[in-house]
């Protein structure tokens, strides 16, 4: 199996931190809930050019915090990079909402309406043992940073995310979100 193959595999499915939530919420911690499907969408995307090697993934992720669920969507380029895996980041689709995109909603898409989105720096990924690791920093305005660390394992995924503001965090945990496969 290729790398980028092993790679998506670890990262597809429907995966969860209920296991982490209610050892949070027992230790009196607040932190949400936490949801992630990953779903390969090359198949709602046509005219892929035929020596095109890389796998488009739609990632739907779901927090629960205090009651109020929040869904933040994604479209995702996995491509081999060297000996390392790169994610890059894609704009929703024009005509998809935002708010609700999954791969059930996904429209048929051309492949040259695709748009690279321009504030997020690809992510790299390098293979180690049984795990990958990896991340990227983005500076998404002169103030706004978004750090972004993931580890996959057969066991799980953990992923660590932050917003900062000046320098001042106003999104993301002190310890990574740990998904576990549904």
């Given at each position: 199996?290729?790398?980028?193959?092993?790679?998506?595999?670890?990262?597809?499915?429907?995966?969860?931190?209920?296991?982490?939530?209610?050892?949070?919420k027992?230790?009196g911690?607040?932190f949400?809930?936490?949801?992630?499907?990953?779903?390969?969408?090359?198949?709602?995307i046509?005219?892929i050019?035929?020596?095109f090697t890389?796998?488009?993934?739609?990632?739907?992720s779901?927090?629960?915090?205090a009651?109020?669920?929040?869904?933040s969507?994604h479209l995702?380029?996995?491509?081999?990079n060297?000996?390392?895996?790169?994610?890059?980041?894609?704009?929703?689709?024009?005509?998809?909402?935002?708010?609700?995109?999954?791969?059930n909603?996904?429209?048929?898409?051309?492949?040259?309406?695709?748009?690279?989105?321009?504030?997020?720096?690809?992510a790299?990924?390098?293979?180690?043992?049984v795990?990958?690791?990896?991340?990227?920093?983005?500076?998404?305005?002169p103030?706004?940073?978004?750090?972004?660390?993931?580890?996959?394992?057969?066991?799980?995924?953990?992923?660590?995310?932050?917003?900062?503001?000046?320098?001042?965090?106003t999104?993301?945990?002190?310890?990574?979100?740990?998904?576990?496969?549904?």
């Open positions: 199996m290729m790398k980028i193959e092993k790679f998506v595999k670890l990262m597809t499915g429907h995966f969860d931190n209920k296991e982490q939530f209610t050892e949070m027992e230790a911690k607040i949400p809930y936490a949801q992630h499907v990953n779903t390969v969408c090359n198949d709602k046509k005219n050019p035929e020596d890389g796998i488009f993934i739609v990632e739907e779901y927090y629960e915090t009651g109020r669920r929040h869904a969507p995702f380029l996995i491509t081999d060297n000996d390392k895996i790169m994610l890059s980041s894609y704009e929703i689709p024009e005509g998809e909402d935002k708010n609700t995109f999954s791969y909603s996904m429209k048929i898409v051309d492949y040259s309406e695709l748009r690279k989105s321009v504030k997020f720096t690809p790299l990924y390098q293979e180690k043992d795990f990958w690791e990896g991340g990227s920093v983005s500076q998404f305005t103030v706004v940073t978004f750090r972004l660390w993931e580890k996959f394992s057969d066991a799980c995924l953990e992923v660590s995310e932050s917003m900062e503001v000046n320098g001042k965090r999104f993301g945990y002190d310890v990574p979100i740990i998904y576990k496969r549904v």
